[in-house]
């Protein structure tokens, strides 16, 4: 089967995005304005997550809520579809850390090999 033609193909070129995953798995507890979501998600831009979120909450995963207070304040939680999908990543953030070492050992042997 030609892999062009795979229903999950659009699903799985969102996850294309380190940052995607990370936003995911941050949201994974509930609710939380951006300044805090950037915080947790270390190393991303403002820019960066801006778009990302867009692209959560245009495929479902995300939704943004609006609060009018002043200061207005924003908030990102994940919807039911996006919690299915925080499972599988929190899984394979779970497999990372716990196998950090391995990798970055087999990095550098393969380095010090090349």
Do not use: C, Q
Request: proline residues 4%; negative net charge.
């Amino acid at each position: 089967m030609n892999t062009a033609t795979w229903p999950s193909r659009t699903s799985l070129a969102r996850m294309d995005n380190k940052w995607t995953a990370m936003a995911v798995i941050a949201l994974g507890p509930g609710a939380m304005r951006f300044g805090d979501l950037r915080t947790l998600v270390e190393g991303v831009s403002a820019k960066v997550l801006t778009e990302t979120l867009r692209d959560l909450e245009r495929d479902g995963l995300v939704v943004r809520h609006v609060y009018a207070e002043v200061p207005r304040r924003v908030e990102y939680e994940l919807t039911a579809l996006g919690r299915t999908l925080h499972t599988p990543l929190e899984a394979l953030s779970r497999w990372a850390e716990e196998h950090a070492e391995e990798v970055l050992a087999a990095r550098e042997s393969y380095d010090a090999r090349s």
